[in-house]
């Protein structure tokens, strides 16, 4: 019988565990759908400074702006997004695992002697990225405040801190790297550049409506220009760190769903364990007592 209390004491341990994943489960799922509506609020914001930079190329006008501005590399900052807690399966592995593909592919691009600075955003990347970098190492470490829990005032600080040093030559490209949200299921490793802006890629993206709309620029389309040009980087890094935030709550959705289902399979096995035993223990004492009418 003492057999017996140890399944059932598994079993109740077992089913205790599915019943917290579960609940773990239902939690990511409402953070990762709040995640993922900001991303939709986000959008028209975007969409707006977008349209406004199209009306602007579209003109024969030459643009000028420090943070459009191409300057040989000397050091690469890599602005690599993780989390803050643990329970989301292989999200910080695989970011972790790419950084160091983007690492090599840096100091292939620009040299073995490029300078690089990880800025990692998450408890758990900060704690990887150690590994990496520290004494008697080529690759250096910046610490900042931002977290996965940030608010915007502390993500637009961030921005204006990475702005800062990119004016400042401190570093001559800013590069992000983060899971960019597809599905629940589905989330893709991106690395996309921050700074300098990349004229190329604003001129890919007008909107070939806008030539057949002229407009007007007041004081000139120059000035305007360089006022929206950092309105378009603290979206770009907004929608980057939401992304980011809904794939780690979707990576955590499938974490607990995985743990879920492993955990009733085992509760399965253990409770059909159990109900053996105890019909074996049933048919133990029946043939004691059919054993015992017999010698009478």
Same mark, same amino acid.
Request: hydrophobic share 40%; aromatic share 6%.
């Given at each position: 019988?003492?057999?017996?209390?140890?399944?059932?004491?598994?079993? #109740?341990?077992?089913?205790?565990?599915? @019943? /917290?994943?579960?609940?773990?489960?239902?939690?990511?799922?409402?953070?990762?759908?709040?995640?993922?509506?900001?991303?939709?609020?986000?959008?028209?914001?975007?969409?707006?400074?977008? !349209?406004?930079?199209? !009306?602007?190329?579209?003109?024969?006008?030459?643009?000028?702006? $420090?943070?459009?501005?191409?300057?040989?590399?000397?050091?690469?900052?890599?602005?690599?997004?993780?989390?803050?807690?643990?329970?989301?399966?292989?999200?910080?592995?695989?970011?972790?695992?790419?950084?160091?593909?983007?690492?090599?592919?840096?100091?292939?691009?620009?040299? =073995?002697?490029?300078?690089?600075?990880?800025? $990692?955003?998450? @408890?758990?990347?900060?704690?990887?990225?150690?590994?990496?970098?520290?004494?008697?190492?080529?690759?250096?470490?910046?610490?900042?405040?931002?977290?996965?829990?940030?608010?915007? +005032?502390? %993500?637009?600080?961030?921005?204006?801190?990475?702005?800062?040093?990119?004016?400042? !030559?401190?570093?001559?490209?800013?590069?992000?790297?983060?899971?960019?949200?597809?599905? /629940?299921? @589905?989330?893709?490793? /991106?690395? +996309?550049?921050?700074? $300098?802006?990349?004229?190329?890629?604003?001129?890919?993206?007008?909107?070939?409506?806008?030539?057949?709309?002229?407009?007007?620029?007041?004081?000139?389309?120059?000035?305007?220009?360089?006022?929206?040009? $950092?309105? !378009?980087?603290?979206?770009?890094?907004?929608?980057?760190?939401?992304?980011?935030?809904?794939?780690? =709550?979707?990576?955590?959705?499938?974490?607990?769903?995985?743990?879920?289902?492993?955990? @009733?399979?085992? %509760?399965?096995?253990?409770?059909?364990?159990?109900?053996?035993?105890? =019909? =074996?223990?049933?048919?133990?004492?029946?043939?004691?007592?059919? #054993?015992?009418?017999?010698?009478?």
């Amino acid at each position: 019988m003492s057999t017996l209390r140890e399944l059932k004491t598994r079993i #109740g341990s077992v089913a205790s565990t599915q @019943k /917290t994943t579960s609940a773990m489960k239902m939690i990511s799922s409402s953070k990762m759908r709040k995640a993922t509506g900001q991303l939709q609020r986000l959008s028209p914001y975007r969409h707006m400074v977008q !349209h406004v930079i199209s !009306h602007l190329l579209v003109t024969d006008q030459q643009f000028d702006s $420090p943070l459009i501005a191409e300057r040989e590399v000397g050091r690469v900052a890599l602005v690599v997004f993780g989390s803050d807690d643990g329970l989301c399966g292989g999200f910080n592995v695989n970011i972790f695992k790419q950084l160091l593909v983007s690492i090599n592919e840096v100091r292939k691009q620009y040299g =073995q002697q490029v300078g690089i600075t990880i800025v $990692p955003v998450g @408890k758990k990347m900060t704690k990887a990225v150690q590994k990496i970098t520290g004494k008697g190492k080529d690759i250096q470490m910046e610490r900042v405040a931002l977290n996965t829990r940030s608010d915007s +005032e502390e %993500l637009y600080a961030f921005t204006d801190l990475m702005k800062t040093r990119f004016l400042e !030559h401190a570093f001559d490209r800013v590069e992000m790297l983060y899971m960019h949200f597809i599905s /629940t299921g @589905k989330q893709v490793f /991106t690395r +996309e550049q921050l700074l $300098p802006v990349s004229y190329q890629g604003l001129a890919d993206n007008v909107d070939p409506r806008a030539a057949n709309s002229p407009c007007l620029f007041e004081p000139d389309a120059n000035t305007i220009f360089n006022t929206v040009l $950092p309105l !378009h980087i603290k979206s770009m890094l907004q929608d980057v760190f939401i992304q980011s935030a809904a794939s780690e =709550q979707s990576a955590r959705v499938m974490a607990m769903q995985a743990a879920s289902d492993n955990a @009733k399979e085992l %509760l399965d096995e253990l409770q059909l364990e159990y109900n053996k035993l105890r =019909q =074996q223990g049933i048919t133990t004492e029946l043939l004691d007592i059919l #054993g015992g009418q017999v010698e009478r």
